[in-house]
């Protein structure tokens, strides 16, 4: 009887590991984001019936901002962020008057959230506030993405519809963008909440989200973002030349999409820096912590392992939308 080669058995035992762990990132890894082509047209004051079609992120920009705003079931809420964000918008003090654009994602909603953002276009009738609504929720993740590859800003800004961000920061970023970024090349700049972390509200929170959060920011360390002290804040701001390398690369749906884009800025070699920004906690959150961590965990590891082994990759070329 032939005695086998113990070192035969190791490779082979190898191998079966390799393949199970490349089935299983294959089967936990999201589908490619489908953009059904009502998703690229949308409905604004203008034309409240007749969907328009929206500009492509590869196209030559049209505004010198664009605002982002993805909603779901935020009839409520949106209202109030919008009132606030064109307040400050149009701001005479502002210096030098920027054009804007404003394009709200309805994410799926179920209550009434496209006909309440279509209400609001037509109370601001001299703002250009377009509204998009994607067919299915896909998250928050697919649907900031959705929106930025349908921005025709310069600089394209991200923020939540709770309105948690004072939006009168976006100045501080606008600054530091200005900085980082001269002559409309790529650069991300990131509203930050971290000076916020010994604050009552945050110490107030409950045991267990502050045991997640500081096992979270552990987690980002290994990942390497560990640099940023707040991947998560909703406000951010990019210029149209990372975004057009950005985005057409996120894979993620969900809402730790903002760690993949940081990820693909660093893997890019796009300049990114972190601003301290006011942020106010808004009643109304839709993230169950429990279930998100668990999701937040497999997401980062999906992410980590794809960009490891190359099955996900960033290019400094622009990339086209369809």
Not at 48 to 74: C, G, Q
Not at 78 to 103: C, D, Q, W, Y
Not at 257 to 275: G, Y
Request: with cysteine; aromatic share 6%; net charge positive.
């Amino acid at each position: 009887m032939t005695r086998r080669d113990p070192s035969i058995i190791y490779i082979t035992l190898g191998l079966l590991a390799s393949s199970l762990g490349l089935v299983s990132l294959i089967w936990w890894s999201p589908a490619p984001i489908i953009t059904y082509p009502s998703e690229k047209k949308y409905l604004s004051r203008k034309s409240p019936t007749t969907p328009l079609p929206l500009t492509k992120l590869s196209d030559p920009s049209t505004h010198d901002l664009t605002i982002v705003i993805p909603a779901y079931n935020e009839t409520e809420r949106l209202p109030i962020m919008m009132e606030e964000t064109i307040a400050h918008l149009k701001n005479p003090s502002l210096k030098g008057r920027r054009t804007f654009e404003i394009v709200i994602v309805d994410d799926g909603s179920t209550d009434t959230t496209a006909a309440s953002a279509l209400q609001l276009a037509k109370q601001y009738s001299d703002c250009d506030i377009r509204v998009i609504t994607l067919e299915k929720n896909v998250g928050k993740g697919g649907a900031v993405r959705h929106g930025m590859l349908y921005a025709g800003g310069e600089r394209l800004l991200m923020a939540d519809a709770d309105g948690a961000s004072e939006i009168k920061d976006l100045e501080k970023l606008w600054k530091e963008m200005d900085i980082i970024a001269p002559s409309k090349t790529a650069g991300v700049v990131v509203g930050s909440r971290a000076h916020l972390v010994k604050s009552e509200a945050v110490v107030k929170r409950s045991l267990l989200r502050n045991i997640l959060m500081y096992g979270f920011h552990t987690i980002l360390r290994i990942l390497g973002v560990g640099h940023i002290r707040d991947t998560q804040c909703g406000f951010k701001l990019f210029s149209r030349t990372a975004a057009q390398q950005i985005f057409p690369a996120q894979h993620l749906p969900t809402w730790i999409f903002d760690v993949e884009l940081l990820l693909l800025a660093q893997q890019l070699r796009i300049p990114v820096a972190e601003v301290a920004i006011e942020w106010h906690e808004v009643a109304g959150s839709k993230l169950n912590v429990i279930t998100a961590s668990m999701q937040m965990l497999r997401d980062l590891l999906i992410v980590r392992a794809n960009h490891a082994l190359g099955r996900w990759t960033a290019t400094s070329s622009k990339i086209k939308v369809d």
